[in-house]
């Protein structure tokens, strides 16, 4: 269980050009959704925080104008990376928040997708 | 200063070895310690999770954290050269969907 799909797995497109990648929980309900950038070895990078319904909140550097997410539904999120120029070409990866219950009490877990290539030529 | 520290390696050992990976912290606030492994061009797939301090064991892998030291570790046993990839230390401050503050990743290679 817990899975989390990506789409496309990998992207090329001309500079100028808008992209969108879509995130979504398979088998569970994303209330939260989180959207990340990560560069060659480097490690990952938080954008934003995407809630089902609500605006998303973008980490301080993040251009809200520029990455344009959407979390219309508690299994998809989307990111729309506009006008994208070179230096947007990266790793996007998203994840979702899942709850469950344990003899402890409840707890919570982030579950990771399989990332996006994003080359902008 | 980064709120996580964690090595790059690149670190290669011989199959069967132990490997030892570490994370130093700052923030006394982080509550919630984990391990995420991640192959090359894949998204992070978490390992171990462990809250407050202490140890906690999954077959070939323990994780350690010492909250008085911010330090955290993460052993392998018997490692696999399937076990080569990049290991991100990562953690948060509290159970609700906070969030999550990664390592660079340590990249570990296990040499047949």
């Known amino acids: 269980g817990a899975v989390v799909s990506q789409h496309p797995s990998r992207v090329i497109c001309k500079s100028g050009t808008s992209v969108k990648i879509e995130c979504r929980s398979l088998d569970f309900q994303a209330t939260t959704m989180f959207w990340y950038r990560q560069f060659p070895k480097q490690s990952l990078m938080l954008m934003a925080t995407?809630?089902?319904?609500?605006?998303?909140?973008?980490e301080q550097g993040v251009e809200k104008d520029k990455f344009l997410i959407n979390h219309a539904s508690l299994t998809l999120s989307t990111l729309t990376v506009t006008s994208a120029h070179p230096e947007d070409s990266s790793f996007y990866i998203c994840s979702a928040s899942s709850t469950y219950e344990t003899s402890g009490g409840r707890n919570y877990e982030q579950y990771f997708g399989p990332g996006t290539r994003l080359t902008v030529t | 200063q980064k709120e996580v520290e964690q090595d790059p390696g690149p670190l290669s050992v011989p199959e069967g070895a132990i490997v030892s990976l570490n994370c130093t912290y700052s923030n006394s606030a982080f509550q919630y310690f984990m391990w995420y492994r991640q192959y090359s061009r894949k998204g992070p797939e978490l390992l171990m999770y462990t809250y407050s301090s202490g140890n906690k064991e999954d077959g070939r892998f323990t994780a350690q954290v010492d909250k008085s030291s911010k330090y955290i570790s993460l052993f392998i046993r018997d490692s696999q050269p399937s076990d080569s990839a990049t290991y991100l230390c990562a953690m948060r401050r509290g159970s609700s969907a906070s969030k999550i503050i990664f390592g660079s990743g340590t990249r570990l290679s296990i040499r047949p």
């Open positions: 995407s809630n089902e319904g609500s605006k998303a909140t973008y």
